[in-house]
């Protein structure tokens, strides 16, 4: 089965936890041992997964990835927004995770975070579930 999260970001580049939509998507498909996969649609945008106990862990990684990839480097693509599909790439569209006793395995101090890097916009994230 496949579940889609909507959600709204921010202006710019922005880590938005996503952990509590996928643990109840998991918890209502009533799978009880299989796999997650987490994946955006979307080609600026990209799925991680990192520590969410710390919110300047999120601010390090985003202030980080500007230096990697400049906003403006004399890029060719039209739209104006190269940036964003490189950091999207960097990022990786998709995190699989295992599913135990009806349960997502996460560690302890692990979120799931969709990175958006050209907000603000409407999103989705597609959440398959696949087990018995
Ligand atoms: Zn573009």
Redesign the pocket.
């Known amino acids: 089965m496949i579940v889609t999260i909507s959600i709204s970001t921010s202006p710019g580049d922005s880590m938005n936890d996503i952990s509590s939509g996928v643990s109840a998507a998991v918890a209502d498909s009533g799978v009880e041992e299989g796999l997650c996969l987490i994946s955006s649609p979307h080609?600026?945008a990209g799925i991680t997964i990192n520590e969410n106990a710390d919110p300047d862990v999120k601010t390090d990684m985003l202030m980080e990835l500007g230096k990697l990839v400049p906003l403006n480097d004399g890029y060719r693509?039209m739209?104006g927004?190269?940036a964003a599909?490189l950091k999207a790439t960097l990022t990786g569209l998709s995190v699989t995770l295992p599913i135990s006793e009806g349960c997502l395995v996460l560690g302890t101090w692990q979120g799931i975070y969709f990175c958006d890097y050209d907000g603000p916009r409407q999103r989705r994230v597609l959440v398959t579930i696949i087990g018995r």
């Open positions: 080609t600026t693509h739209e927004n190269s599909h």
